[in-house]
């Protein structure tokens, strides 16, 4: 955003509204503890979580993650999702936590966004998958 205020700068457009914005965001930046890191691509993955044995209606049951598991490192192949990206997602168990593998795998960077507080969010969107997907859930944690 700030890239882009700093253009309207140089053009010259309308600068009583764009520099108080700019000075506005320049000093929210100096504020940040992580300044200007930057990303070649950043993929998102917003999927859902394994279905919880008591879900009437299926979104994604247990066989899908198989075949999910197939198409993720096809797609990010397909972006040539890397080194020097950042793949960002949920973290609950099935399409999350197999992207964020396979984004890591592919050496990108990780975030993790939790809509929870750790320990809700394992109890309410991993736990449920198993032991062996709160501990991927855990191993991704570590690394991202």
């Given at each position: 955003m700030f890239e882009q205020?700093?253009?309207?700068?140089?053009?010259?457009?309308?600068?009583?509204?764009?520099?108080?914005?700019?000075?506005?965001?320049?000093?929210?930046?100096?504020?940040?503890?992580?300044?200007?890191?930057?990303?070649?691509?950043?993929?998102?993955?917003?999927?859902?979580?394994?279905?919880?044995?008591?879900?009437?209606?299926?979104?994604?049951?247990?066989?899908?993650?198989?075949?999910?598991?197939?198409?993720?490192?096809?797609?990010?192949?397909?972006?040539k999702v890397g080194a020097g990206d950042l793949a960002v997602c949920g973290g609950a168990c099935g399409a999350d936590i197999l992207?964020?593998?396979e984004s890591l795998r592919r050496g990108a960077q990780l975030r993790l966004l939790l809509a929870q507080e750790v320990d809700d969010f394992i109890r309410d969107s991993v736990r449920h998958a198993g032991n062996d997907w709160v501990q991927r859930f855990h191993a991704l944690r570590e690394q991202g």
């Open positions: 205020v700093q253009l309207f700068q140089l053009l010259g457009y309308q600068p009583k509204a764009v520099e108080p914005v700019a000075a506005l965001l320049q000093q929210r930046l100096e504020e940040l503890p992580h300044r200007s890191v930057r990303f070649d691509k950043v993929v998102i993955c917003s999927g859902h979580m394994i279905d919880k044995p008591d879900r009437k209606t299926p979104r994604f049951p247990w066989a899908r993650q198989k075949l999910f598991a197939r198409k993720s490192p096809q797609q990010l192949e397909q972006w992207f964020a593998e």
